[in-house]
Nanobody
Framework: QVQLVQSGGGSVQAGGSLRLSCVFS????????MGWLRQATGKGREGIAA????????YYARFTKGRFTMSQDNANNTLYLQMNSLEPEDTAMYYC????????????????????WGQGTQVTVSS
């Protein structure tokens, strides 16, 4: 089964940085899309970045504008989301997620692509 356990997050002033971590375990007989998504109060879940577990570069949603970087430590089965130049609009609950890759190498940030979710971690950015 797939398990995802998140850490990190917290409160920061605008312009600051935070790093989120997600330790994951997945089935060895499948490949996955691994993603970061967020949900602000009163809004839908929004994709941030995604990467194929079999390798390749992450794909980012346009709003990240180079401020967010997704990385993966395969030796420790850990995903990271480095967030720089944070804005109050980035305030949300952040989730790591996994979904089986239907087409190898093809991943999206759409929430519909993901079946497994971390517990979420709050990020609050003050102005």
């Amino acid at each position: 089964q797939v398990q995802l356990v998140q850490s990190g997050g917290g409160s920061v002033q605008a312009g600051g940085s935070l790093r989120l971590s997600c330790v994951f375990s997945t089935s060895r007989d499948s490949t996955y899309c691994m993603g970061w998504l967020r949900q602000a109060t009163g809004k839908g879940r929004e994709g941030i970045a995604a990467v194929y577990s079999g390798g390749g570069s992450p794909y980012y949603a346009r709003f990240t504008k180079g401020r967010f970087t997704m990385s993966q430590d395969n030796a420790n089965n850990t995903l990271y989301l480095q967030m720089n130049s944070l804005e109050p609009e980035d305030t949300a609950m952040y989730y790591c997620a996994a979904g089986r890759a239907v087409v190898p190498g093809v991943c999206t940030v759409s929430k519909d692509h993901y079946s497994y979710w971390g517990q979420g971690t709050q990020v609050t950015v003050s102005s």
